[in-house]
């Protein structure tokens, strides 16, 4: 078992920045993929950015390219999601999600662990 506790979520205006933690207890993460989903109100949950424990290779959704940046903290055993230049679109709750399953992409239908998530809100 993987446990994963998010924080970090508020209330921000447009062009402003948040940076959400993820603190991960349990197995050893050698070998996962530590993701960052979202999910807006009547919408699917979507990918938003993943990075390797081990390595450190990370990947981001096209509309969070260059805004957003994945990176994680091996002895704190917590992922981090730092976010720029935010959005109205930008507002959802934000999902903490850890698998070692992944073979390229995170999906989130296959996700083995997940955290309760952090509400983001991006006012105009």
């Known amino acids: 078992q993987v446990q994963l506790v998010e924080s970090g979520g508020g209330l921000v205006q447009a062009g402003g920045s948040l940076r959400l933690s993820c603190a991960a207890s349990?197995?050893?993460?050698?070998?996962?993929?530590m993701g960052w989903f979202r999910q807006a109100p009547g919408k699917e949950r979507e990918f938003v950015a993943q990075?390797?424990?081990?390595?450190?290779?990370?990947a981001y959704a096209d509309s969070v390219k260059d805004r957003f940046t994945i990176s994680r903290d091996k002895a704190k055993n917590t992922v981090y999601l730092q976010m720029n230049s935010l959005k109205p679109e930008d507002t959802a709750v934000y999902y903490c999600?850890?698998?070692?399953?992944?073979?390229?992409?995170?999906?989130?239908?296959?996700?083995?662990?997940w955290g309760q998530g952090t509400q983001v809100t991006v006012s105009s």
């Open positions: 990075i390797t424990w081990s390595g450190g290779s990370t």
């Open positions: 349990g197995r050893t993460l050698s070998s996962y993929f």
């Open positions: 999600a850890a698998d070692f399953r992944t073979l390229k992409l995170m999906s989130p239908d296959r996700i083995l662990y």
